[in-house]
């Protein structure tokens, strides 16, 4: 008896997909899900060998994958003929791709929350540098000051994507324990701030939260917390300086 062409892929597990169909127990689930967990990752190994970038790591790749191949599990019905595993290509497949593009959209919205929180320090700081001082800077100092702080501000936001080492920090075990350290005085001098500076610190640097928001929730205007922004990063600069010049343990 001639078989058509889909036929050998359906056969070997026929009766586990009546039995599926027929109880829907989570074992015999979980039994489809293993035996073709080797068709997502020869998918999404497929996709990921034509990707543009390394935004996304491999293993993203294989969870879409998964969803999309639990998907098809839950829908696949043996009796129409084609075998599972061309419907579940388009679904893993599928999957992958979907999740790829929500990946995109929300590290493109990341980046440009991050832009404005960049702009807003930057025209905190600039300000902050115009203000009526002691010792008036020049302006190329003060030009320095501003980028200082700035990055600064980077260490204390510290969410892994930026790292001042160029390379990976842990290739340079030293630098690494060094940015471990200055990390770690920069957060103790933080919460040492007047209450309110802590508050629009902590919010901006370690909640990602942009000025409105903060002044809304504190009841302040926003230029009042530029301000006081400013004035923050000048104490624990200032702070810091001080326990370097004297080598003291914070």
């Known amino acids: 008896m ?15 997909w009546e039995r599926f169909r027929e109880t829907r127990l989570p074992s015999l689930r979980a039994l489809l899900i293993e035996r073709h967990m ?24 294989l969870q879409f994958g998964r969803v999309g191949l639990l998907e098809a599990v839950d ?12 419907f579940a290509n388009y679904r893993i497949r599928g999957a992958i791709l979907n999740g790829l593009e929500r990946c995109t959209e929300s590290a493109a919205q990341w980046a440009q929350r991050r832009q404005h929180r960049l702009r807003e320090r930057t025209q905190s700081l600039e300000a902050g540098r115009q203000e009526p001082q002691e010792e008036p800077l020049e302006p190329f100092a003060g030009l320095v000051n501003v980028a200082i702080m700035l990055a600064m501000g980077y260490v204390l936001e510290d969410d892994g994507r930026w790292n001042p080492a160029g390379p990976d920090p842990s290739q340079e075990p030293y630098r690494s324990v060094q940015l471990d350290r200055v990390r770690g005085r920069l957060h103790l001098l933080v919460e040492a701030l007047p209450e309110r500076e802590r508050l629009i610190v902590r919010g901006h640097y370690f909640d ?5 928001a903060i002044a809304e929730h504190l009841q302040l205007t926003k230029g009042r917390v530029a301000q006081l922004h400013a004035r923050a990063l000048r104490l624990i600069r200032e702070a810091y300086e001080a326990l370097e010049e004297f080598d003291l343990e914070f």
């Open 75 to 86: 829908r696949y019905d043996p009796a129409r003929g084609a075998s599972f595993t061309t």
């Open 38 to 61: 080797e068709l997502t990752r020869h998918i999404a190994g497929n996709l990921y060998a034509r990707r543009i970038n390394d935004s996304v790591p491999f293993d993203d790749y």
């Open 2 to 16: 001639q078989q058509g062409r889909e036929q050998p892929d359906v056969e070997p597990d026929r009766h586990l």
């Open 208 to 212: 990602h939260r942009e000025f409105q």
